[in-house]
């Protein structure tokens, strides 16, 4: 069993910033990459920020320059660090880790933290 527990979503205003966390426990060897997902209402879910096991980043467009994510691997836990938040950045975060299972870890599973709210609103 896998799980992801976030946590750090809120209410904030405009210009303001969040910490999220995301914190993996259960039986399994390694994380591969992780990764912060959002989805706005009516909007497809799309992928804000991922991180290899070795810590090369990658951002969306619309988050560089004001998001960072990171990771400690001692603790299994990814965050994503929110700067100058726009009402535009208001959605349901999702955090992803990718854990590889099988004897040579060759099977790459994919998993979901429950996805907690933040809203940018003055």
């Known amino acids: 069993q896998v799980q992801l527990v976030e946590s750090g979503g809120g209410l904030v205003q405009p210009g303001g910033s969040l910490r999220l966390s995301c914190a993996v426990s259960g039986s399994f060897r390694s994380i591969n990459a992780m990764g912060w997902y959002r989805q706005a209402p009516g909007q497809p879910r799309e992928l804000v920020a991922s991180?290899?096991?070795?810590?090369?980043?990658n951002y969306v467009d619309s988050v560089k320059g004001r998001f960072t994510i990171s990771r400690d691997n001692a603790k299994k836990t990814v965050y994503l660090q929110m700067y100058s938040l726009k009402p535009d950045d208001t959605a349901v975060y999702y955090c992803?880790?990718?854990?590889?299972?099988?004897?040579?870890?060759?099977?790459?599973?994919?998993?979901w933290g429950q996805g907690p709210q933040v809203t940018v609103s003055s």
């Open positions: 992803n880790a990718k854990i590889p299972h099988g004897s040579y870890g060759q099977y790459e599973y994919n998993y």
């Open positions: 991180i290899t096991s070795n810590g090369i980043a």
